[in-house]
């Protein structure tokens, strides 16, 4: 690529300035500050290298809420303060072991496990059972009491990939991480394993909630990277083609994973008094809280940088908002949601007026646009900004969503809500393994989805909803 | 992120599946057959770790002449031969030698460079001369001859970071690669370097080519890194500031580079048939040959085998298209252009109509849109098709351009040309360095730029322009 797009240039700049409006003159200014003197990305690179994991309750996670206080702080906010919840405490314990123990020769081989959020353990010497793969929960159901008895249960449900949107795929196979447990102990499981949730196959496992049916016994349960999976399915057939019954395939698993009593946490909130409607409160938050097996870098380390950069762009260039704008690091968004939920608990109790709500939690990838659910008028005045966002690329003002830690704000108090929508054709390739590290954040990336974020709750602020 | 987006999928799925026009149908084989089977991102492994690096005139460029004439032999396209085209033959010879040496203490310190394509050799024995660093062609035309004289000149122009568009900065910074050496030679100077073309920082200096102005003399030139042209600025800073006129920072450089006899070698040219209107020819095409420092993975890899795609996917599926569908391996788009010529000089020979010509050589990352450079028109034809590509991320179809092996076409003969627009964010990471390697091609980014050039090529051939 060698020609030299001077067009592309010439576009992208009377773009930019042929409409001198004072909007288009703010939103210039955010653009150039976060290009050029953008703090996102080397808070970004503090919060995951310094700090890393943070697991609620975990003392990283601490470290990490006094971390974001003392940075917004820093950066001179009207108000920063720390907002109490109690949340769950789940640790995972030692490093899992599973292995596939081969019916004939009785050889084993190790595979790439890890405990899903909310496990218990196995005991102590760990559990050896026969494994069943099914594909759905329709397969399950078919093998009954009488296939699944005693054994461990194998779900093998791969990403749909004609999907476009790796979202859709997670959408779609997500209730066998979640619910599986339960339902193969409902058929008398001793354990059950999950393919990853991941359309790409390698051999990290993927991690992530799971919420055991209280009305059935709880068996312990782990994720298996997509590449043992595929092994492990291959061996089975072996198992079932070849073999004959007397040597089916077995599997060892042993996890120490406890649930330890709630601790006390924090969400940690900063904000912009507003100037003429100060009692009007615009929301932009992520979750401080990750999962343990990395540095929660996309998860969701970029959403919680970009939040806080937005004030700090606001105040650096001099902007006054008309309305309050929060930035609320929520705690305990991936196992608990205990954050999401004392925030909107407060905000009601205080009676406070939340005009608008956004979340930023589906990596820090180039912006695409924005989900939003809210009523239709609200949703054609905002789509009105859009041709404002399109030079950056961020066109997508079609989808419904919000978020999951502005989701009770959304449903108790019906605030708006809006999700910012980066690209996320790689967001798999990271999400709840032990790959979600600050290398994997893109400067750019991270730094086009703050400017969009910073231009949206800009124009929320002068126009409201 | 736990939250399971249904409602993404649900509108995902509705969008493909609202409209059961034949179109849609087929758009839905087409996105199916790359998403569930798709060849490009393997045979693109091919390309990049059993061939490599292929600069026109190189065995490897040889090798991959005759490997993706096999190829699209192997897929059964209709026709598949070779266009003869001479090409030039520049080699780089051994590893460039930059040293910086403290006009104090007269220590030397390694920087890291790459010569740029087309540069003479220095003499066998390197060069060492006084370095003179400018920021732009005034502070050089400023210096004149009385500053330059018998000095290597050093362009430190860095990328405007604040446009938005990667393309935009290079754009903008591109002519001090292009042109820099002889405008230094016309005041005197003995070679010149330039800082790397790349808004990131790191250690990879960009090759690319250069061209000589014949009226001046010739002088060898490099691109050195951006951390290590940040680093020398430094250096002469401190000459400048604290050495006084008689310590001044010297610059070594050896280069053994060398430009051979022109050789002869080919455009690849793979062909589908028309049913209904044959002589209508739509070109798809990349470049085959890359810059010799890395596998040329998105430079132009992933254009060349997305290309390969379009037809073998219309072919897999069982389309017949009504219009004749060329796939072109243009070679020698890197430094010469010399197989874009020659295609538009057989076709304006054979007298062939050639309705639309589509160049992908911007990256194998997600879909944007396509650039257009038509008649009003036709574009607006195209528009009317926007809604197709939305769900696939592309959507902007307001840019005007084509591409380089495209554009003797365009010139000459009026061919409608249009540019496969990935996103670039991430662009100049890997442009023209050491790190354009298979490992940076994610393999949905690449299959979703596949699909939505299959898209378009397919709807031209339907619907012709």
New interface residues.
């Given amino acids: 690529?060698?020609?030299?797009?001077?067009?592309?240039?010439l576009?992208?700049?009377s773009l930019l300035t042929s409409a001198q409006t004072p909007d288009s003159v703010i939103i210039k200014k955010i653009?150039?500050e976060i290009?050029?003197s953008g703090q996102c990305y080397q808070d970004l690179r503090h919060l995951c290298k310094k700090i890393g994991a943070r697991l609620t309750g975990s003392v990283n996670a601490e470290k990490a809420v006094y971390w974001t206080y003392n940075l917004m702080k820093s950066y001179n906010f009207d108000t920063v303060y720390l907002q109490e919840v109690m949340v769950p405490h789940w640790v995972r314990g030692e490093k899992e072991i599973g292995k596939v123990i081969n019916g004939l020769s009785g050889s084993e081989t190790l595979v790439n496990i890890t405990a899903l959020g909310g496990s218990i353990a196995t005991p102590p010497q760990g559990i050896s059972a026969e494994i069943v793969e099914v594909k759905d929960f329709d397969e399950l159901k078919k093998l009954g009491e009488q296939g699944v008895k005693g054994k461990i249960v194998f779900y093998n449900h791969p990403f749909d990939?004609?999907?476009?949107?790796?979202?859709?795929m997670?959408?779609?196979a997500?209730?066998y991480r979640?619910i599986g447990a339960s339902e193969a102990a409902r058929y008398g499981a001793v354990g059950s394993i999950v393919r990853s949730m991941t359309?790409?196959i390698n051999d990290y496992p993927n991690t992530?909630?799971q919420g055991y049916n209280d009305s059935l016994p709880k068996i312990p349960c782990c994720a298996i990277s997509t590449l043992d999976a595929e092994w492990l399915s291959g061996e089975l057939k072996k198992d079932t083609e070849k073999k004959g019954a007397g040597a089916k395939t077995k599997f060892y698993l042993k996890m120490t994973c406890e649930t330890l009593p709630d601790v006390k946490s924090y969400n940690v909130i900063g904000e912009l008094r507003g100037t003429e409607h100060p009692e009007e409160i615009i929301d932009v938050g992520g979750h401080l809280d990750s999962w343990d097996l990395a540095e929660g870098a996309h998860?969701?380390g970029t959403g919680v940088m970009q939040s806080i950069e937005v004030l700090r762009v606001l105040k650096k260039i001099g902007v006054k908002p008309k309305r309050t704008i929060r930035a609320v690091m929520f705690m305990n968004?991936?196992n608990g949601l205990k954050g999401g939920e004392e925030y909107a608990k407060q905000a009601e109790l205080k009676k406070e007026k939340h005009i608008l709500a956004m979340e930023a939690?589906?990596?820090g990838f180039?912006p695409?646009g924005f989900?939003m659910s809210m009523d239709e008028d609200k949703k054609t005045k905002i789509r009105k900004w859009e041709k404002l966002f399109?030079?950056?690329?961020a066109?997508?003002f079609?989808?419904?969503?919000g978020?999951?830690d502005i989701?009770p704000l959304g449903k108790k108090l019906g605030v708006p809500m809006m999700g910012f929508s980066p690209?996320n054709?790689?967001?798999f390739?990271i999400?709840h393994t032990a790959q979600d590290v600050f290398e994997q954040v893109?400067?750019?990336?991270l730094e086009?989805g703050a400017i969009v974020m910073t231009m949206m709750i800009y124009l929320v602020s002068e126009y409201g909803l």
């Fill in positions: 690529m060698k020609q030299i797009i001077t067009s592309v240039f576009l992208a700049f653009s150039d290009f050029v990939v004609r999907m476009i949107m790796p979202f859709s997670y959408g779609e997500g209730k979640y359309n790409y992530g909630a998860d969701d968004e991936e939690d589906a990596g180039t695409r989900s399109q030079p950056y690329g066109w997508d079609t989808k419904k969503g978020g999951a989701g690209d054709q790689r967001y390739i999400h893109n400067k750019r990336e086009m």
